[in-house]
């Protein structure tokens, strides 16, 4: 069961955070994983290309399955282990269109974060502009309001899709722990912070907290005027 | 049940037209269909914006329940109709895990032709360049490589998944379809344009082919001709 399922993960990787809490979730525990470096290039050892031509994480195996797309792996796991640990997908067809509605659309928010993250990567130094650079953070002050006005409709001690933790706060507590810990405000967006400080010690999410977070607590400032 | 769902769509936008092959397979047929033009900024309507507040298409209603995102639409009505019509996902969860491995991929190729579709509107002018947009286009090519090994990989007579089609065909098909009709080269991509020619006759994408592409089908689009 869980010790032939294999995760190549990085700490502080959303899309890999959410399938650690999925695999916590469903009580999963025992798999195999190896923690890459981003800094040493470990994506793109043969090892993780040979199974991911992308050279990405999450990279993952269960046997011989292969799936190397998060929210793939995570509505996978939750198909076959249905009756196991928590249901983070309900029977109910409404409550399913809301946990697939914002676990979807929750792209917006990784790609916004990832233009601002990677801008000197993908933009070569003589295209580079401050201007540049801000149109990508106002963009993802937009989304984040965005996020926030949906957070203050469901109310302060809801979970994104509603009464109880779903797939969708599992695929969204991730990013959102992100913004935080790149500097955002939680004054700027108090029900967004709301929501970050009742998961935060959910017991899957505190089991998988990124390792080097946890050594250096202190938040960067890349996203503080987003 | 067909008769309380409402789709608003866009001619040739992939992600309307895959929730329009969803609907076909699965016999739903009878929803109510508002095609908007983007061109007239319809997609930006109050009546849109009410349902979805990114004033995006596709915006979907069964009864009162929304559904904005295209793969959520497609997930849930696999979901909601599993017995009914096609059966899109597999059973089977290795065939399962390669049919979420693609739909959810497929995202690559639709972030790389919007970067070049979007590009003179996110880009001001004064700071657009050749180089910016070749880079794109570079990285749109780079992208399709991927698929065209993908679909020489799973042989003749395979869709992009597994054997036979499923949502993965549904999704990724009129992604193909828009990247040929803005002018990429099926010399160049001989194996997607096998998977192309040999899907395209399928009933359920016949009966939702853009309608201002058969309007004018040898429009000649050629923004992506040296992709």
Request: charged share 25%; with cysteine.
């Amino acid at each position: 069961m869980a010790n032939n399922i294999m995760l190549y993960w990085g700490s502080g990787s959303p899309p890999c955070w959410r399938v650690q809490v999925v695999l916590e979730e469903k009580r999963l525990q025992g798999y195999q994983n190896k923690l890459l470096s981003f800094d040493k290039g470990e994506h793109k050892s043969p090892e993780v290309l040979a199974i991911n031509p992308r050279g990405q994480v999450p990279t993952f195996k269960h046997g011989d399955i292969i799936l190397n797309e998060s929210i793939g792996i995570c509505l996978y796991l939750e198909d076959l282990f249905k009756s196991e640990g928590v249901q983070l997908m309900p029977d109910d067809p409404r409550e399913k269109a809301i946990i697939l509605q914002r676990s979807l659309e929750s792209n917006n928010i990784f790609q916004k974060i990832g233009d601002i993250a990677c801008y000197n990567e993908m933009v070569p130094e003589n295209e580079r502009s401050e201007a540049g650079l801000q149109r990508l953070k106002d963009a993802l002050s937009l989304e984040l309001k965005l996020w926030e006005g949906y957070a203050a409709k469901m109310g302060t001690e809801s979970y994104v899709a509603g009464k109880n933790f779903t797939m969708a706060d599992a695929v969204i507590f991730p990013l959102v722990a992100l913004v935080f810990r790149f500097g955002a405000s939680q004054t700027k967006y108090p029900y967004l912070a709301a929501y970050y400080n009742l998961v935060k010690n959910r017991p899957s999410i505190q089991a998988t907290w990124p390792p080097h977070w946890k050594e250096n607590p202190n938040k960067g400032d890349m996203l503080k005027n987003v | 049940m067909a008769s309380e769902m409402v789709l608003y769509w866009g001619s040739g936008s992939p992600p309307c037209w895959r929730v329009q092959v969803v609907l076909e397979e699965k016999k739903l047929q009878g929803y109510k269909s508002k095609l908007l033009s983007f061109e007239k900024g319809e997609h930006k309507s109050a009546e849109v914006l009410a349902l979805n507040p990114r004033g995006q298409l596709p915006t979907f209603k069964d009864g009162t329940t929304v559904i904005n995102e295209s793969l959520g639409i497609c997930l849930y009505l696999e979901n909601k109709f599993k017995t009914k019509g096609t059966q899109l996902i597999c059973d089977d969860p290795k065939e399962c895990a390669a049919v979420y491995q693609k739909i959810l991929e497929s995202n690559n190729i639709m972030q790389r032709i919007g970067d070049i579709m979007q590009y003179s509107r996110r880009v001001p002018e004064s700071e657009r360049t050749e180089a910016g947009l070749q880079r794109l286009m570079e990285a749109l090519s780079e992208e399709l490589k991927f698929w065209e090994g993908y679909v020489q990989k799973m042989g003749a007579g395979s869709h992009i998944a597994v054997k036979n089609f499923t949502m993965a065909d549904a999704v990724i098909f009129p992604i193909i379809a828009v990247l040929f009709r803005f002018g990429v080269s099926q010399g160049k991509y001989p194996n997607l344009a096998k998977y192309y020619n040999s899907v395209k006759s399928r009933p359920s994408i016949q009966a939702t082919w853009p309608p201002h592409w058969k309007e004018n089908p040898d429009a000649v689009m050629d923004m992506l001709k040296n992709v």
